[in-house]
């Protein structure tokens, strides 16, 4: 089996060999799997586990306070599952794999994803929010009232694509930690993104992250994951256009870089990918900084 992981686009994080040494970790636990389905899923699910990241505990807090977890997966023979909007759910990607492999659709919203995590065994009513996180909300004077109230608050704290995703926001909370992986067993391919979204986003925003295609796309070509300013990546549908790459032709470093490159001259904002192709892998990025690993077995 071999893994690419990412965790995350954005600012150079405070603490970059701790975060590494969970990659290397959660690249290796997928490595080890059976099928790539299960390495992205149990690799992911090292990071959704660990606070540093903005995905499963620890995730990006919305305007009225909530973590709100989404994800998606996607195989080489085209099945998809995604699933957003949940609360106390950790393993998102867990709950994106029932949706793939348990359900005749692509994607599950909100209170229903969280009943069908429970039916299927995957945790739910999980505290994501930790303390840093909570603090820092309450340090912004949240909103309490209607949805406009929370628009106006938000419009002065949420940021640009670039404040979010690649410098520093007003608030000092670039989400650069969104995590992903894909993975080959040599035949087939699997790729998976998962994510708390962005801080301080209107309450029951969806990002980049579940939708096919932007967050994530595979194909037999190969398998992709996006992070970053996920409002611009769905716009131009990142990992659809590197594995787009892959189809043309191109090695999984050009496709990469090739899929960055146009990112970036369409909206002008910040976002990274990880790309596998069969000749290898290969990951792209116009931040800061993207902590990855690979691993093989
Ligand atoms: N940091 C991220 O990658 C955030 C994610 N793309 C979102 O917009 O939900």
């Known amino acids: 089996m071999r893994v690419i ?10 603490d970059p060999e701790p975060r590494q040494a969970v990659l290397d970790d959660a690249a290796a636990r997928g490595a080890d799997a059976a099928s790539p389905l299960d390495a992205v899923e149990s690799a992911v699910g ?3 586990s660990d606070p540093r990241f903005n995905a499963g505990v620890g995730g990006a807090v919305q305007s009225d306070g909530a973590v709100r977890t989404d994800a998606g997966v996607m195989t080489s023979d085209r099945e998809v599952g995604a699933a957003c909007s949940m609360p106390g759910v950790e393993h998102a990607a867990s709950v994106a794999r029932v949706v793939h492999s348990e359900t005749p659709h692509v994607f599950v919203s909100g209170e229903h994803a969280v009943d069908l995590a429970a039916e299927f065994g995957v945790e739910t009513g999980v505290d994501l929010l930790t303390d840093e996180k909570r603090e820092r909300y309450e340090a912004e004077d949240p909103p309490r009232g209607s949805p406009r109230e929370h628009l106006d608050w938000l419009a002065s704290r949420f940021g640009s694509g670039d404040d979010q995703a690649g410098g520093r926001s ?5 989400d650069h930690d969104t995590v992903g992986a894909v993975a080959t067993d040599g035949e087939t391919f699997a790729a998976v993104t998962s994510t708390g979204g ?7 925003r969806v990002g980049d992250v579940p939708q096919v295609g932007s967050g994530f796309f595979c194909t037999e070509a190969g398998g992709a994951s996006a992070t970053g300013a996920g409002e611009d990546i769905a716009r131009v ?5 590197a594995v787009d790459f892959l189809d043309d032709g191109l090695d999984a470093q050009t496709a990469a870089d090739r899929a960055i490159e146009e990112f970036e001259a369409i909206t002008g904002s910040g976002a990274g990918v990880i790309v596998l192709g069969d000749g290898g892998a290969g990951s792209a990025f116009n931040t800061e900084g993207m902590q990855t690993s690979v691993a093989e077995k």
């Open 198 to 204: 962005r801080s301080f986003a209107l309450a029951g």
């Open 46 to 48: 090292v990071l959704e």
């Open 5 to 14: 992981v990412h965790g995350g686009a954005g600012g150079a994080p405070d």
């Open 237 to 241: 549908t990142l990992s659809r256009r």
């Open 170 to 174: 007003e608030t000092e909370a670039p």
